[in-house]
């Protein structure tokens, strides 16, 4: 237990590293978030893209689907996901050999492809791609470009107002995340910041090296919203207006 008397103080932070495997939450969720957000933006973009410009049967739907999505809480939706994904196969590499396992417990990729499509973010593309001329795609379709072509050279380049806007969204959700890790997360090596602020607040009564732990979480969501907070705004503007 820590002591209450020594106040406010760098000792706090000295605490915190000392008592804590700080720097192995920091280095998951740096790497839960990062793979969280070139990964989301990846498949939210390709989903919209996709819904947009493929001729496929009951788009329609799935766009109302996507709409319907928007209100549900995912603490509706959880314990049914938790369920799921323990019991979903993958491979590992253990004592100098890959095996299959048949659950992602206590992993970090259990904590990052669950939550990869989000509905608002595929609505947000949907909504930039639908005002992107299509003249565009068709010149480079006539030049023998491919779909893919088209779409990693002309198209999200022109859509990086949203790219931003939820690249900085993904980033401070993955950031942020504690219900789904505190669930699929209990190993302390796959544990991140805020799951292990929890574990820490339950063994100390000091103060001071708790609001030291936060700070020291809260201080990378700072500076990434202040450095890139015009691209949040513009790239939310441009999505709804267009």
């Known amino acids: ?9 760098f000792q706090n932070y000295q605490k915190v590293i000392e008592h804590t495997p700080f720097l ?5 969720s740096i790497v839960i978030t990062l793979v969280s957000v070139v990964l989301g933006t990846l498949v939210n973009s390709m989903a ?3 819904l947009l410009r493929f001729p496929w049967v009951g788009k329609q739907g799935i766009l109302v689907l996507l709409l319907a999505l928007l209100i549900v809480p995912f603490e509706a939706v959880v314990l049914p996901l938790v369920f799921i994904v323990t019991q979903l196969p993958w491979i590992e590499y253990q004592n100098g050999s890959w095996s299959l396992v048949y659950s992602w417990f206590n992993s970090l990729h ?7 499509a989000n509905p608002f973010f595929i609505f947000l593309f949907y909504q930039y791609f639908k005002n992107i001329p299509k ?6 379709l006539i030049d023998g470009a491919s ?8 198209v999200m380049p022109m859509a990086k107002p949203v790219i931003a806007a939820v690249a900085i969204l993904t980033f401070l959700r993955s950031w942020n995340a504690y219900l789904l890790p505190v669930l699929v997360a209990n190993a ?6 805020m799951p292990g602020m929890q ?5 100390s009564v000091d103060w001071g090296a708790v609001m030291a732990y936060a700070s020291m979480t809260t201080l990378p969501v700072l500076i990434v919203f202040f450095a890139l907070h015009k691209y949040l705004v513009d790239g939310l503007k441009t999505g709804v207006k267009r």
């Open 199 to 203: 574990q820490f607040f339950s063994h």
């Open 147 to 154: 779909i893919w072509k088209i779409f990693f050279t002309i």
């Open 48 to 50: 919209a893209y996709s």
């Open 110 to 116: 259990v904590q990052i492809i669950p939550e990869l």
């Open 188 to 193: 302390q090596d796959v544990r991140p910041l």
């Open 1 to 9: 237990m820590f002591d209450l008397t020594e106040g406010v103080g």
């Open 24 to 28: 192995n939450y920091l280095t998951n």
């Open 135 to 140: 003249d565009y795609e068709e010149a480079a």
